[in-house]
């Protein structure tokens, strides 16, 4: 198989490692191949694909849209390095409130898988990065939400001081609050 799964310490979130083809032209991999995707539960229908590009220190999230439009994402960064996370807003999970990040690049060529009922934001540790995902559910910005990226309940450390914020992503709310409002999963 040209990839290697591995789950991470939020067992559904799941690192991609594809297999490099280098050569003297350059290299050439699989990003996704849903067979081999649906063999290890990354089996939602991926509709829709996002390129974004920001500079160093950027963060953008951490988002999710409200069901019935929750979507999965399959994230690598084609330009650049970032550092990618997601938080499990999922009420009844074992790690609900838990938070994983992973190192993607241009370089390793990782993706991480992140299912439905998560959060997902990144920041931006090159001087630009451009980041490609998949989506498995249409964008539907009413039902856009977002947890506050600093939330110390969750507590990331991502790897910046003094991220560059939209100023939607300057007034989410907290886990604690989201929970409250009955807007978690
Ligand atoms: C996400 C999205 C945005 N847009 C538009 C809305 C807006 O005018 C412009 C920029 O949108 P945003 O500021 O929300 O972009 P951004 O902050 O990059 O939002 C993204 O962040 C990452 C972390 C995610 O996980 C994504 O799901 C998405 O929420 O693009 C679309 O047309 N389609 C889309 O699917």
Redesign the pocket.
Known sequence: MPFEFIKTKIPEVILIKPKVFGDERGFFLETYKKEDFEKVGINGEFI?D?H?KSCYGVL??????KEPYA?A?I?RCIRGVIYDVAVDLRRSSPTFGQWVGAVLSEYNKHQLYIPRGFA???CVLSGEAEVV?K?DNK?A?EY?CGVIWNDGDIGIDWLIDEPIL?D??KQWHTLKELDKKGELF
């Not at 953008?60 to 849209?65: A, N, T, V």
Request: net charge positive; glycine share 8%; proline share 4%.
């Open positions: 829709q996002n974004s953008r999230g951490l988002h999710f849209q979507q994402k994230v997902h934001g990144f995902y989506v964008y910005p856009e939209s939607k992503d």
